[in-house]
């Protein structure tokens, strides 16, 4: 089983950068999706959710009119895509999936400063 994130980097406020999570060796289709950030100091949370089947999503209030999360059941893949991106979003954002296991990739960093 792999999840890979991919995507990170360095943006100067008000940019954008598009997150992507390759899957790996699960029924990508049949599991929950979310992404988290975990900033320096600060705890592991919630940014954004997308379910398996329905056409279900959710967002952290911080990131809400500014993130979205959308995948592809054919290519494996969840993304996030982050717009008009803050200081305060910079952590390492981690993609997790969820059903009757859990799984996580490693962390991409996302550093958003001028």
């Known amino acids: 089983v792999q999840l890979v994130e991919s995507g990170g980097g360095l943006v100067q406020p008000g940019g954008s950068l598009r997150l992507s999570c390759a899957a790996s060796?699960?029924?990508?289709?049949?599991?929950?999706m979310s992404w988290y950030r975990q900033a320096p100091g600060k705890e592991r949370e919630l940014v954004a959710f997308?379910?398996?089947?329905?056409?279900?999503?959710t967002y952290a209030d911080s990131v809400k009119g500014r993130f979205t999360i959308s995948r592809d059941n054919v290519k494996n893949t969840v993304y996030l895509q982050m717009n008009n991106l803050k200081p305060e979003d910079t952590a390492v954002y981690y993609c997790?999936?969820?059903?009757?296991?859990?799984?996580w990739g490693q962390g991409t960093q996302v550093t958003v400063s001028s």
């Open positions: 997790k999936a969820i059903k009757d296991r859990l799984y």
């Open positions: 060796g699960f029924t990508f289709s049949s599991y929950d």
């Open positions: 997308i379910a398996s089947i329905i056409d279900f999503t």
